[in-house]
């Protein structure tokens, strides 16, 4: 199963617009067993904006 947020994240305009490879998709977006482990992910869940944040914590330029 896909992260929930998979459609509307900001990573695929990202990736559209080549600021990010596709890594992030396959490490995170996509793996069964790693979504839930993204930083966006678990802001989301509590409510903290996560504006510029990449799925391991660090921040896109
Ligand atoms: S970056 Fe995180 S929140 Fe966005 S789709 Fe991937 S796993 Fe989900």
Request: glycine share 6%.
């Amino acid at each position: 199963m896909a992260c929930i947020w998979f459609e509307a994240c900001p990573l695929r305009d990202w990736e559209r617009n080549g600021k990010i490879t596709d890594r992030w998709r396959s490490e995170y977006c996509l793996s069964k067993e790693n979504w839930a482990n993204c930083k966006r992910y678990q802001l989301e869940e509590k409510g903290i904006p996560h504006e510029n944040i990449l799925p391991d914590g660090g921040r896109i330029e």
